[in-house]
């Protein structure tokens, strides 16, 4: 399995981006949770948001709670993290991760499959 993420980049404060998490043509993500986590210079790897495996429920970090959206292309097989009124310290690698969890899945130790991540930077 090979977990892409793409959409990152740099952005102003207030702005927004989309990132998104592509998989292996031959796996599929729909039965799995899906993550995005990030990590800053200098500090631990955090859960931003995360969809259940079974009930699709999302999962927001307290800070990204009403700024971000996780939602799943299965047509596409690809979820994505829309991003928006971005603050400087969203600023981080932004990594997609495949696991299984009916309920909330913001733990990284719920995660098998990692991608390579994506650079988030926040700045004016």
């Known amino acids: 399995l090979q977990l892409v993420e793409s959409g990152g980049g740099l952005v102003q404060p207030g702005g927004s981006l989309r990132l998104a998490c592509g998989a292996s043509a031959e796996f599929i993500l729909r039965p799995y949770a899906i993550g995005w986590f990030r990590q800053a210079p200098g500090k631990e790897r955090e859960g931003v948001s995360c969809?259940?495996?079974?009930?699709?429920?999302?999962y927001y970090l307290g800070s990204a709670q009403g700024r971000f959206t996780i939602s799943r292309d299965n047509a596409k097989n690809t979820v994505y993290l829309q991003m928006d009124s971005l603050r400087p310290e969203d600023t981080g690698v932004y990594y997609c991760?495949?696991?299984?969890?009916?309920?909330?899945?913001?733990?990284?130790?719920?995660?098998?499959?990692w991608g390579q991540g994506a650079q988030v930077t926040v700045s004016s």
């Open positions: 969809i259940s495996s079974r009930y699709d429920t999302p």
């Open positions: 991760a495949v696991g299984y969890s009916d309920y909330n899945c913001l733990r990284a130790s719920v995660y098998d499959y």
